[in-house]
């Protein structure tokens, strides 16, 4: 069995995932040579140095990945993937884990019977000023990281993850993945677009101004999951919204940043997977259907 760990994506949560699995010697996937990276972090107030093992994309030689992670962003998911899975071994395991929910239900008609690993993390980790010769990512934070099987061999693939779970604070296994996604998406679908609309930091999403919208776009995002076999408790969902908005009151969305930074941003696979799944089973999602809308609007490439 192959056991190596490959990361696809040596954005700030693939390089700081390539460090907590150090011990583990995994991979580094990407379009150029990573150089050495330090790893600054909040919790403990430490600065590591490490020095990542690195393939690039068109490198052949994958065969040996047991678990291949992938940290890219979800619109460039199957772009990324698809070129690399004729050298992948026909028993690596692929986890997705990324921001909103949709490549999944591409990806998994042509993994070939790979087992396919849906995850969530809310580690905070941000790409500082860097070198030619040295990336900065600074942790933030841990959060919470769970990881659950969509397709394939449960016992095979809890033991291929069990490593990145035994090397991340707060990570756990979860029996149901999708329903995990469906919970989170609610906090990026209310969280992310408004504060990319408004432009505004997180905490200013707790005025009385946004109430109506934040809870119409729950109510619309609940109804939809319910009706995709995926029941969620409407209440607790919109109050873990505003655990979210308190918690993080200071920060800036990513979704706020990518406008900011002219990036593309993640909306067809936030409210976008919304309005998608929705309109598949005949419902209609006119606040999803709106922040897609302002958020496209803003001048960022869609």
């Not at 999944?104 to 980790?125: E, I, M, N, Y």
């Not at 993945?177 to 998406?185: E, S, V």
Request: hydrophobic share 45%.
């Amino acid at each position: 069995m192959t056991s190596r760990i490959g990361i696809l994506g040596a954005g700030a949560i693939g390089q700081l995932l390539c460090w907590q699995l150090r011990h583990h010697q995994p991979i580094l996937l990407g379009r150029q040579a990573a150089p050495d990276c330090f790893i600054h972090t909040d919790l403990d107030g430490q600065r590591h140095r490490f020095s990542p093992q690195y393939r690039q994309l068109n490198d052949k030689k994958l065969s040996d990945i047991g678990l291949l992670i992938v940290t890219v962003k979800a619109y460039q998911v199957m772009d990324a993937l698809l070129p690399l899975l004729s050298s992948l071994s026909a028993d690596c395991a692929v986890l997705l884990l990324h921001n909103g929910m949709g490549p999944h239900l591409q990806l998994a008609p042509v993994l070939q019977g790979r087992d396919l690993l849906l995850g969530t993390t809310s580690q905070g980790a941000l790409r500082e000023a860097s070198g030619r010769d040295c990336w900065h990512v600074r942790h933030t934070g841990t959060g919470l990281t769970q990881i659950g099987l969509l397709n394939g061999n449960p016992a095979r693939s809890k033991s291929r993850v069990q490593p990145l779970l035994d090397a991340i604070a707060n990570a756990e296994w979860t029996e149901d993945i999708l329903m995990a996604l469906w919970q989170k998406l609610a906090v990026n679908a209310a969280i992310n677009p408004l504060t990319a609309i408004h432009n505004c930091r997180n905490g200013e999403l707790a005025t009385a101004g946004h109430c109506a919208t934040i809870q119409a776009i729950v109510a619309e995002l609940v109804t939809t999951a319910a009706a995709d076999g995926i029941i969620l408790d409407e209440s607790a969902l919109l109050a873990r919204v505003y655990q979210v908005i308190t918690l993080t009151a200071n920060n800036f969305s990513s979704m706020h940043q990518d406008v900011a930074h002219g990036r593309q941003t993640e909306i067809d696979a936030i409210n976008g997977f919304v309005v998608s799944r929705a309109e598949a089973l005949g419902i209609d999602t006119p606040y999803h259907r709106d922040m897609m809308a302002k958020v496209r609007a803003l001048g960022s490439v869609q």
